[in-house]
């Protein structure tokens, strides 16, 4: 009876020991399919998945992520495809609209130098509103083929805050002078210094000053802080704060009659979350303020933002 117990405890360990290779061994495999995945997922590559056990059920599960890796991967390639083509769709026709605009306000000044009557005076008026109207929505346009454009390009560098910001008010200057505009700006001291696209930051700033210069009442003021937040503020009558936080939408203006096509401060917006960093805006007391944040520190790998952003919880409200 005791040579019974001891082998029947002999095979009982021995079946112990196999199932807990076993278990080492599918650990083993799923670790390197869960490895194996997330480098191809990463990777454009068009090796597939292998493991080192040949466990039937591991195989098989081998075989269905490989199956579905495959369509992901002509899934990709046919997306990557159809996003070449709008890019390069939107470039074309936003350059082909440019052309005849340009010969259509050549001819509108050649006919305000002509003898007219008042009616004819009023309707050229008109058009010439609507045209210059077009001409704008079309720049914007033009813009957004650029930003499209600018996803493929452009590799960071050292940009210093301080010197970007006095550029940008430096070649806007002429049309500020021109609306009465005189910004007030603070700057710190020292550099406030960040890895960033620096012709992406030119447009960023470009287009805020834009807006700014189509919407100020004859008022501006930029802050740079030492943690990397740009504003630039300028009282707004009329604004609301929920029409504030409609700003940074596509196509959206507070007024439609004016000269603007809504896409600037979105366009804004979209490159500064591309370099990590976001945008805002804020509608406190009849002052508009519009803040873009670059943090400092590298881009995390996960979500492709930067760390200090993540840790904080995305923009401030």
Known sequence: MVYVLCALCAVLTLAVLLLAWKIVLLRRSAEELCQGLQERLEEDTNTLLSISSRDSAMCRLAAGLNAQLRLLRQERRQYQSGDRTLKDTVTNISHDLRTPLTAICGYLDL?????????????????RGRTDHLRSLTEEFFRTSA????????????VSLNRAVEEALAAWYGTFSAKGIAPEVELPEEPVVRRLDREALARILSNILSNAAKYSPGDLRVSLTADGTLTFSNTAPGLTPVLAQRLFDRYFTVETGREAGGLGLSIARQMAEQMGGWADAQYR????AIRVHFPQGRPCGGCQSNIGACISGNKLV
């Not at 006919?111 to 058009?127: N, P, Q, T, V």
């Open 111 to 127: 006919l305000e130098g002509e003898e007219k009557s008042e009616a004819a005076a009023r309707y050229l008026e008109l058009i």
């Open 147 to 158: 930003v499209l454009a600018a996803q493929e390009s452009g590799e960071p560098e050292e």
């Open 285 to 288: 007391d009849g002052t508009l």
